[in-house]
């Protein structure tokens, strides 16, 4: 069995992530998105779906968020 990195449930159905040339184990999906899905730096929520990124590498949930922090460029895409 292999142990999550997030929660440290020991769970026969463990599943890895690879990613940036790393090897990441959990036993959810809840516990992958908690590792791997970037924070909005405006509202703090996980981004799980789309979001957008400026320029300078900052990710947001969405156009709103990005404007609040100043990048007027950034628009969301449906």
């Known amino acids: ?3 999550c990195e997030v929660c440290g449930n020991d769970y ?5 992530v690879h990613a940036a040339g790393a090897v990441h184990v959990f036993d959810s999906l809840e516990c ?4 791997m ?3 909005c ?8 779906g789309h979001g957008v ?9 969405c156009a709103h968020c ?3 922090q100043g990048h007027v460029e ?4 449906a």
Do not use: K, Y
Not at 74 to 77: A, F, P, Y
């Open 37 to 39: 899905a970037p924070i």
């Open 41 to 48: 730096e405006n509202c703090e929520c996980r981004i799980l």
């Open 53 to 61: 990124q400026s320029a300078d590498g900052r990710f947001f949930c």
């Open 66 to 68: 990005a404007r609040v």
């Open 74 to 77: 950034l628009v969301d895409h």
């Open 12 to 16: 026969e159905m463990a599943f890895e």
């Open 1 to 3: 069995m292999s142990v």
């Open 32 to 35: 992958a998105a908690q590792r």
